[in-house]
T-cell receptor, first 112, second 115 residues
Framework: ETGVTQTPRHLVMGMTNKKSLKCEQH?????MYWYKQSAKKPLELMFV???????ENNSVPSRFSPECPNSSHLFLHLHTLQPEDSALYLC???????????FGPGTRLTVL | AQSVTQPDIHITVSEGASLELRCNYS??????LFWYVQSPGQGLQLLLK??????LVQGIKGFEAEFKRSQSSFNLRKPSVHWSDAAEYFC?????????????FGTGTLLAVQP
């Protein structure tokens, strides 16, 4: 595998479910990001991790819980989501001093 | 505050015609500027970037962009559009330095290509 991978690619869940999104980067980068992309809205930065430490939480509701066990893996744990959380969730990574972010294909999440 | 404006939400061009997508930014220092493209159901792919130096930047797929500081613009151009260029295009401005890198994205321009 090369680049940034995300699993699953599609996820349908009920509001009481608990699920997790996974992101893995094979680029040797040190920073990883979660974005939310909703229709007709700009990309929303959710979380930033640098060397496994969270450096930014962009006022994201607590029903979204990120985890970064190492610089190559990033998870987004989901629980008691709302229908308005339905969106494309994108993961990205960058070298700390590069600014150039590489994106995964995204997970299309539907909350029923 | 940093911001990016893409004034055109939707553009339609004929195949073979030239293309220019507009991007204006607001940033206090020298910006780092990017253009990304997103095909339906896919993530974002980097087309080109400007960090410093030559203000005319060449990218992949025959795209180029020109940084104009006086106009706070970074417009994307292509001399001859192909049907496969139909996608959504995002301009972004980045902050450099410190512990993290942060990109601010525009709202995107959806490009349709007519045969």
């Amino acid at each position: 595998e090369t680049g940034v991978t995300q699993t699953p690619r599609h996820l349908v869940m009920g509001m009481t479910n608990k699920k997790s999104l996974k992101c893995e980067q094979h680029l040797g980068h040190n920073a990883m990001y979660w974005y939310k992309q909703s229709a007709k809205k700009p990309l929303e930065l959710m979380f930033v991790y640098n060397f496994k430490e969270q450096t930014e939480n962009n006022s994201v509701p607590s029903r979204f819980s990120p985890e970064c066990p190492n610089s190559s893996h990033l998870f987004l744990h989901l629980h008691t989501l709302q229908p308005e959380d339905s969106a494309l969730y994108l993961c990205a990574s960058s070298h700390t001093l590069g600014n150039e972010q590489f994106f995964g294909p995204g997970t299309r999440l539907t909350v029923l | 505050a940093q911001s990016v404006t893409q004034p055109d939400i939707h553009i339609t061009v004929s195949e073979g015609a030239s293309l220019e997508l507009r991007c204006n930014y607001s940033y206090g220092a020298t910006p780092y500027l990017f253009w990304y493209v997103q095909s339906p159901g896919q993530g974002l792919q980097l087309l080109l970037k400007y960090f410093s130096g030559d203000t005319l930047v060449q990218g992949i797929k025959g795209f180029e962009a020109e940084f104009k500081r006086s106009q706070s613009s970074f417009n994307l151009r292509k001399p001859s559009v192909h049907w496969s260029d139909a996608a959504e295009y995002f301009c972004a401005v980045g902050s450099y330095g410190g512990a993290t890198n942060k990109l601010i994205f525009g709202t995107g321009t959806l490009l349709a290509v007519q045969p």
